[in-house]
């Protein structure tokens, strides 16, 4: 049980910490090892992921192109460049054949 002091009264009780300076604790780091990361493969232009998009799927949606990451600006430069033809609003379909390669 602790004794709380009441108004009129004050704690008569006092703390002492020796605070020593001197001492000093440093953590001890270990040294960090170098590890190799093996090269990363290139990756896709998001052209080419537009077209394999729509290789597979035969017809895509611009709401399925900008979920891989292909914004919906680029859809009409792609159109003019003749990689995508525009089927209906929003809808779109691979310009090349299948034996073709994208480049």
Do not use: H
């Given at each position: ?71 919906r ?27 073709e390669?994208?480049?």
């Open positions: 049980m602790k004794w709380l002091p009441v108004t009129d009264q004050t704690a008569n009780y006092e703390l002492p910490i020796a605070v020593d300076s001197s001492l000093r604790f440093r953590r001890r780091r270990k040294p960090k090892q170098q590890v190799e990361k093996p090269p990363e493969p290139p990756k896709a232009s998001l052209r080419q992921r537009a077209v394999w998009l729509a290789l597979a799927k035969g017809e895509v949606r611009a709401k399925d192109l900008t979920d891989i990451g292909v914004p600006c680029y859809l009409t430069p792609m159109c003019d460049e003749g990689l995508l033809v525009k089927v209906g609003y929003g809808r779109y379909r691979a310009a090349v054949n299948d034996s390669e994208v480049a």
